[in-house]
Nanobody
Framework: QVQLVESGGGLVQPGGSLRLSCAVSGTIFSIFTVAWYRQAPGIEREVVASISSGGTTNYAASVKGRFTISRDNAKNTVYLQMSSLKPEDTAVYYC???????WGQGTQVTVSS
Protein backbone atom coordinates (compact mmCIF):
# COMPACT_ATOMS: atom_id res chain seq x y z
CA GLN A 1 0.00 0.00 0.00
CA VAL A 2 0.97 3.61 -0.48
CA GLN A 3 0.63 6.43 1.99
CA LEU A 4 0.71 10.13 1.23
CA VAL A 5 0.93 12.91 3.77
CA GLU A 6 0.46 16.51 2.68
CA SER A 7 1.68 19.41 4.76
CA GLY A 8 2.55 23.07 4.54
CA GLY A 9 -0.86 24.59 4.08
CA GLY A 10 -2.06 27.58 6.00
CA LEU A 11 -3.47 31.07 5.82
CA VAL A 12 -1.68 33.60 3.63
CA GLN A 13 -2.49 37.01 2.24
CA PRO A 14 -3.01 37.61 -1.48
CA GLY A 15 0.34 37.90 -3.19
CA GLY A 16 2.00 35.72 -0.62
CA SER A 17 3.87 32.46 -1.02
CA LEU A 18 3.57 28.99 0.42
CA ARG A 19 5.32 25.67 -0.11
CA LEU A 20 3.44 22.42 0.17
CA SER A 21 5.07 19.06 0.76
CA CYS A 22 3.85 15.55 0.09
CA ALA A 23 5.70 12.71 1.75
CA VAL A 24 5.18 9.34 0.08
CA SER A 25 5.80 5.92 1.57
CA GLY A 26 4.96 2.35 0.69
CA THR A 27 6.37 2.44 -2.82
CA ILE A 28 9.63 3.13 -4.56
CA PHE A 29 8.22 6.52 -5.60
CA SER A 30 10.91 7.52 -8.07
CA ILE A 31 9.33 5.71 -11.03
CA PHE A 32 5.89 7.27 -10.68
CA THR A 33 4.30 10.46 -11.85
CA VAL A 34 3.04 12.54 -8.94
CA ALA A 35 0.34 15.17 -9.19
CA TRP A 36 -1.10 17.90 -7.02
CA TYR A 37 -4.86 18.35 -7.03
CA ARG A 38 -7.08 20.83 -5.31
CA GLN A 39 -10.73 20.99 -4.41
CA ALA A 40 -12.75 23.97 -3.31
CA PRO A 41 -16.35 23.82 -2.05
CA GLY A 42 -18.77 23.33 -4.91
CA ILE A 43 -15.99 22.80 -7.43
CA GLU A 44 -14.75 19.51 -8.81
CA ARG A 45 -11.31 18.33 -7.89
CA GLU A 46 -8.81 19.57 -10.45
CA VAL A 47 -5.25 18.83 -11.36
CA VAL A 48 -2.94 21.68 -10.46
CA ALA A 49 0.43 20.31 -11.48
CA SER A 50 2.21 17.05 -12.16
CA ILE A 51 5.74 15.82 -12.48
CA SER A 52 6.86 12.62 -14.15
CA SER A 53 9.61 10.26 -13.10
CA GLY A 54 11.83 11.97 -15.66
CA GLY A 55 11.06 15.44 -14.36
CA THR A 56 8.59 16.55 -17.01
CA THR A 57 6.12 19.02 -15.52
CA ASN A 58 2.62 20.11 -16.43
CA TYR A 59 0.53 22.90 -14.95
CA ALA A 60 -3.04 24.03 -15.03
CA ALA A 61 -3.41 27.26 -16.95
CA SER A 62 -4.65 29.02 -13.85
CA VAL A 63 -1.39 28.45 -11.97
CA LYS A 64 1.16 28.50 -14.78
CA GLY A 65 3.98 30.87 -13.96
CA ARG A 66 3.01 31.08 -10.30
CA PHE A 67 3.38 27.50 -9.06
CA THR A 68 6.35 25.19 -9.38
CA ILE A 69 6.26 21.45 -8.78
CA SER A 70 9.43 19.57 -7.92
CA ARG A 71 10.45 16.27 -6.43
CA ASP A 72 13.23 14.94 -4.26
CA ASN A 73 13.45 11.22 -4.91
CA ALA A 74 15.99 10.73 -2.14
CA LYS A 75 13.41 12.00 0.34
CA ASN A 76 10.36 10.46 -1.34
CA THR A 77 8.81 13.90 -1.35
CA VAL A 78 7.13 16.14 -3.88
CA TYR A 79 6.76 19.89 -3.42
CA LEU A 80 4.52 22.61 -4.69
CA GLN A 81 5.97 26.09 -4.43
CA MET A 82 3.16 28.60 -4.72
CA SER A 83 3.76 32.29 -5.31
CA SER A 84 1.59 35.29 -6.10
CA LEU A 85 -1.28 33.55 -4.40
CA LYS A 86 -4.81 34.63 -5.16
CA PRO A 87 -8.06 34.13 -3.23
CA GLU A 88 -9.20 31.74 -5.94
CA ASP A 89 -6.32 29.45 -5.01
CA THR A 90 -8.11 28.70 -1.76
CA ALA A 91 -8.77 24.97 -1.59
CA VAL A 92 -7.74 21.71 -0.01
CA TYR A 93 -4.66 20.47 -1.81
CA TYR A 94 -3.98 16.77 -2.30
CA CYS A 95 -1.18 14.77 -3.82
CA UNK A 96 -1.59 11.51 -5.70
CA UNK A 97 0.57 8.97 -7.45
CA UNK A 98 -0.52 8.03 -10.94
CA UNK A 99 -1.87 4.51 -10.95
CA UNK A 100 -2.73 4.38 -7.25
CA UNK A 101 -6.21 4.80 -5.89
CA UNK A 102 -5.37 6.26 -2.51
CA TRP A 103 -5.33 9.91 -1.52
CA GLY A 104 -3.72 11.78 1.31
CA GLN A 105 -5.75 13.74 3.81
CA GLY A 106 -4.97 17.00 2.08
CA THR A 107 -3.77 20.31 3.39
CA GLN A 108 -5.87 23.46 3.53
CA VAL A 109 -4.65 26.56 1.74
CA THR A 110 -6.55 29.74 2.44
CA VAL A 111 -5.68 32.97 0.67
CA SER A 112 -7.40 35.92 2.26
CA SER A 113 -6.73 39.45 3.35
Amino acid sequence: QVQLVESGGGLVQPGGSLRLSCAVSGTIFSIFTVAWYRQAPGIEREVVASISSGGTTNYAASVKGRFTISRDNAKNTVYLQMSSLKPEDTAVYYCKLLGFGSWGQGTQVTVSS
